[in-house]
């Protein structure tokens, strides 16, 4: 099954053609990795799933309701000098469906205990974001769309400067949001957390997209099954042919 579907989908920015002939079905509960270089596309494409952009031509099929999106830039998109507690971000989460205006109840603090519990931070609930480590503040960014009970998850480079302890963590949560059903794209340019995160791939090169799978990305690249080393993707391939 699946929620989200591209069909001959084309893209611009400033009016000039970014992607185009774009096609392709995220199913439920997959984690699809979306890999390219530097300019080729991928937050364009994460804009135009957000209903931020609209396609020039083509379309996208998404029945996901807007308060069940939800994305995860990799500019930090607080203000780290306004004065919020780990906690207080994560119960923004109710926002989209609850409204920012009603105030939280029982339920909402209770789903938000267990929210940072699963994310080994309940100890830092109280803790201004702005005394947060990258690691930590990842982590309470993704607790935030937990809170959500995101169906769609777009997240860009979560791995990107934080620790080793945190990459499992977000790792395991978001293969937990996976078997749940959500449909999960994320911005990866590391080959060894592809291998380990992603079901299949898509690939941005010269305006077009290729699906592909990690197992089949790892052979182009290396010639032999699993990497040796921790590589990390070039983009001088693959050619979208
Ligand atoms: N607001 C904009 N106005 C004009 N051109 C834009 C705008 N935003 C992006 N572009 C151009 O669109 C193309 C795709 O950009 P996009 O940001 O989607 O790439 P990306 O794959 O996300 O790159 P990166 O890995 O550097 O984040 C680039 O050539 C970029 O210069």
């Given at each position: 099954?699946?929620?989200l ?13 970014v ?10 509960g ?27 031509a ?22 780290l000098?306004?004065?919020?507690s ?8 109710t926002?989209?469906?609850?409204g920012a205006?009603?105030?939280?109840c ?11 519990s ?10 201004p974001l ?13 607790g ?5 009970e995101?169906e769609?998850l777009l997240?860009?480079?979560p ?20 078997a ?11 080959l060894?957390?592809?291998a ?26 290396h ?19």
């Amino acid at each position: 099954m699946s929620h989200l579907q591209l069909h001959d989908l084309q893209l611009a920015q400033g009016g000039r053609t970014v992607l185009e002939h774009l096609e392709g079905t995220f199913e439920d509960g997959a984690i699809t990795a979306l890999i390219g270089a530097n300019g080729a596309g991928k937050s364009t494409l994460i804009q135009a799933i957000m209903g931020m952009l609209t396609p020039i031509a083509g379309r996208i099929d998404c029945d996901i309701p807007r308060e069940r999106r939800a994305w995860l830039p990799q500019e930090l998109p607080l203000d780290l000098t306004f004065p919020m507690s780990v906690e207080e971000l994560i119960m923004t989460g109710t926002w989209p469906s609850h409204g920012a205006l009603k105030g939280y109840c029982g339920p909402h603090y209770r789903q938000a205990r267990d929210v940072m519990s699963r994310l080994g931070i309940s100890s830092l609930a109280h803790r201004p974001l702005g005394e947060l480590s990258g690691g930590q503040r990842q982590r309470a960014l993704l607790g935030r769309t937990l809170m959500q009970e995101a169906e769609l998850l777009l997240l860009d480079e979560p791995f990107a400067n934080v620790d080793r302890e945190t990459v499992e963590v977000i790792t395991q949560v978001l293969r937990d949001m996976a078997a749940n059903g959500t449909t999960i794209i994320v911005v990866l340019h590391d080959l060894e957390q592809l291998a380990r995160l992603a079901d299949c791939v898509l690939v941005l090169a010269d305006g077009h997209g290729r699906w592909s799978t990690p197992a089949e990305l790892i052979e182009r690249q290396h010639g032999h099954p699993m990497p040796q080393t921790k590589p990390i993707l070039p983009f001088a391939f693959p050619d979208p042919s």
